[in-house]
């Protein structure tokens, strides 16, 4: 099942002075945009229209890591973008007042924290945690035994691609990305 034309996304994309840590780095608005594009993919693989919060996880894909201040473990940086996403998204992109933010807020924080810490797994976390483990290509280290939902799985020769597609860090931006998707289709990021 293919997702919808990523101009459905360009709405998503994150604005650069977002993050507070190489905002084109890798973990920056590229990153970010891949998982975007890998969240909505498989959210609308596994989930029927109504079946998840799909406005609330396009957002924290978009802004999971808005709060990192470096690109190793960095503790806190899931905590720190769900702060973000409690004082700025709002007042940044009025469009998301309506949504429940405090849920794309709860997605952030818990993104960084392994599985077994976490009470409750709800689908929209498996997914965000699923995108976020795809876009582990740009580090070389994409382990799919990893990665939680079989449709995820069926992704991973496609989130390589879009990487080699994408790696330019401190050149690529986020509306990069949607195009390198795009261009690449039914062939590649697009499946």
Known sequence: ?????????????????????RPRGIHGAPHTTRVLVWADAIANAV????????????WAASVHDVGRVNDGTDQGHGTRSAEWVAMNLAETRPQTTGLDLAFVAELCRWHEIPDP????????????????????????????????????????????ELERATNRYGSVTAADILDAADRLGS???RR
């Open 117 to 160: 810490k976490i009470g409750r797994l709800s689908l929209e976390l498996l997914i965000l945690k699923d995108a976020d483990g795809l876009d582990r290509a740009r580090l070389g280290d994409l382990d799919p035994r990893r990665l939680r939902l079989a449709r995820s799985l069926g992704l991973v020769a496609a989130a390589e």
């Open 47 to 58: 989930a029927g229209p109504g079946a998840l919060r799909l406005e609330e996880l396009r």
């Open 1 to 21: 099942m293919s997702p919808p034309p990523s101009s459905n996304l360009r709405s998503y994309l994150p604005d650069e002075s977002w993050f507070r840590f």
């Open 187 to 189: 062939d590649g990021a």
